[in-house]
T-cell receptor, first 110, second 115 residues
Framework: TQLLEQSPQFLSIQEGENLTVYCNSSSVFSSLQWYRQEPGEGPVLLVTVVTGGEVKKLKRLTFQFGDARKDSSLHITAAQPGDTGLYLCAGETGRRALTFGSGTRLQVQP | GAGVSQSPRYKVAKRGQDVALRCDPISGHVSLFWYQQALGQGPEFLTYFQNEAQLDKSGLPSDRFFAERPEGSVSTLKIQRTQQEDSAVYLC?????????????FGSGTRLTVV
């Protein structure tokens, strides 16, 4: 069972559209990370957020950490085919290992 | 090396066979993690090492799973008497610090198929 619930599970959009992926939990996290994973590869870290209410921008990607540090969102502006992949959120709870969400599979059609 | 290296990339095992999966973390990284990823799911935690000490093995699904990191660098995940439900991608990750909250670097994984 995953402590972190991601929605939607699947998303297929056209190039140029905007999208938001959500990561929710009943647990409080000391930090939250977002990863992107492509087929046959391991997840690659995109960003780490540590402060409640924090917003980080990475080119067309905007990451937000909820005020209560229980949820996060990833917003992609003007999606491109290169954004296609599995997006994973992961939280640090005080155990020494990250807990991962179930993932959001994004496909951007040209 | 520059990244986390895992071998083999693919392993097909007959049911009941023992397998050993290897992970070479980034040189100098203190923490090493093993995760299991089923098809279409997020990675599930198996075990964690800080240097050579196994600090958390709460995610190992059964006593058929065993991991070691004897010299604080290379790690091996061993699965004895493999079962079909063990089929998954096994990911190794390392981190430079004692906690993982500054991000992990993952290897490409070992895809294990038990037939």
């Amino acid at each position: 069972t995953q402590l972190l619930e991601q929605s939607p599970q699947f998303l297929s959009i056209q190039e140029g559209e905007n999208l938001t992926v959500y990561c929710n939990s009943s647990s409080v996290f000391s930090s939250l990370q977002w990863y992107r994973q492509e087929p046959g590869e391991g997840p690659v870290l995109l960003v780490t957020v540590v402060t409640g209410g924090e917003v980080k921008k990475l080119k067309r990607l905007t990451f937000q950490f909820g005020d209560a540090r229980k949820d996060s969102s990833l917003h992609i502006t003007a999606a491109q085919p290169g954004d296609t992949g599995l997006y994973l959120c992961a939280g640090e709870t005080g155990r020494r290992a990250l807990t991962f969400g179930s993932g959001t599979r994004l496909q951007v059609q040209p | 090396g520059a990244g986390v290296s895992q071998s083999p990339r693919y392993k097909v095992a007959k049911r009941g066979q023992d397998v050993a999966l290897r992970c070479d973390p980034i040189s100098g990284h203190v923490s090493l993690f093993w995760y299991q990823q089923a098809l279409g799911q997020g990675p599930e935690f198996l075990t964690y090492f800080q240097n050579e000490a196994q600090l958390d093995k709460s995610g190992l699904p059964s006593d058929r799973f065993f991991a070691e990191r004897p010299e604080g660098s290379v790690s091996t995940l061993k699965i004895q008497r493999t079962q079909q439900e063990d089929s998954a991608v096994y990911l190794c990750a390392s981190s430079p610090r004692g906690r993982g909250d500054y991000g992990y670097t993952f290897g490409s994984g070992t895809r294990l198929t038990v037939v």
